[in-house]
């Protein structure tokens, strides 16, 4: 055990220098079923600095910008972007802005008094991969209606998506980070031909490698998510009046209308004729 943790002292500060937005439970009633208690977006400077020693609430810190120290093992580690601080109930957890730099984070508490599984599972103070921009529009638009309008049914929709990222960052259904920069890479280019040797070589790794990922993390084939991906865009652009059944297929990597349509009709079920009359019905 480092010293550190014993020369800590349970510190709660956010100092005048540290602009925060922040919503609480008693704001918005969907937080209670997500036992959400508080979610923030923090530009923290010195002395910005929490020590908690028996924390009754998990909490994720994903860091947008600049970087911070966070205690890890007794150690005090940077938080830089891509990194998350996700801290378990019950653990002593600290973490403080930098004098060298402003630290932009986004974050969220969640309640684990309740019996049953941690929102939070991991088993103590620990730093993480994270895709942080997901979060932080989620978090933000969250906020932005309880200073507008603040309803209830649209503030429940952002609380909806505010815990769905998170739990991709922390959960047991977090995107395996190669996987999201190989469909960020197809989707860019969805009308090349991609094969599962070409995909593989993306990221690479072998075609057997993926085929395992994508199972596991998708319960797909690789092939099969990008059809997935095809056809979503071509939902999106029957959507409108503006391009042909033709031109829909060659976008979105089609040889002709009829192999599109075949498809299309595979994956949805009706025809995409059928697709744009329902979606402009």
């Known amino acids: 055990m480092s010293d550190i943790q014993t020369d800590l002292c349970e510190t709660h500060v956010i100092g005048e220098y540290t602009n925060e937005h922040i919503v609480s439970q008693q704001a918005c009633q969907a937080f209670a079923f997500y036992r959400l208690q508080l979610a923030g977006i923090s530009i923290a400077r010195p002395p910005f600095c929490f020590v908690r020693k028996q924390p009754r609430m998990s909490q994720l810190i994903v860091c947008l910008d600049g970087w911070g120290y966070v205690l890890v093992d007794g150690a005090w580690e940077r938080c830089t972007p ?26 969220v508490m969640y309640d684990e008094a309740a019996h ?7 088993d103590r103070p620990t730093l993480l991969p994270a895709e942080p921009q997901e979060l932080a529009v989620a978090i933000d638009g ?14 429940q929709q952002w609380v909806q998506l505010v815990h769905i990222h998170a739990q991709r960052i922390v959960g047991p259904v977090r995107m395996e980070r190669r996987l999201q920069r190989l469909w960020e890479v197809v989707n860019a280019d969805i009308t090349f031909p991609w094969t599962n040797r070409q995909l593989a070589a993306v990221i690479g790794i072998s075609s ?18 990008v059809t997935m991906l095809r056809m979503r865009r071509a939902m999106m652009l029957l959507a409108s009046d503006y391009y042909t059944v033709e031109a829909v297929a060659q976008r979105t990597g089609y040889e002709n209308s009829f192999a599109f349509s075949t498809a299309f009709k595979r994956h949805t079920g009706i025809s995409p004729s059928q697709y744009r009359n329902r979606s402009q019905g």
Do not use: N
């Not at 891509?82 to 974050?107: F, N, Q, R």
């Not at 969250?142 to 503030?155: A, N, P």
């Open 82 to 107: 891509g990194m998350a601080y996700a801290t378990p109930a019950g653990h002593l957890h600290a973490y403080h802005a930098s004098d060298e730099v402003v630290w932009k984070i986004c974050w």
């Open 116 to 122: 049953g599984q941690p929102v939070i599972a991991v």
């Open 208 to 225: 057997e490698q993926l085929r395992r990922l994508c199972q596991q993390y998708l319960g797909r084939s690789p092939m099969k998510h």
């Open 142 to 155: 969250l906020y932005r209606e309880y200073i507008g309008l603040s309803e209830q049914l649209v503030m």
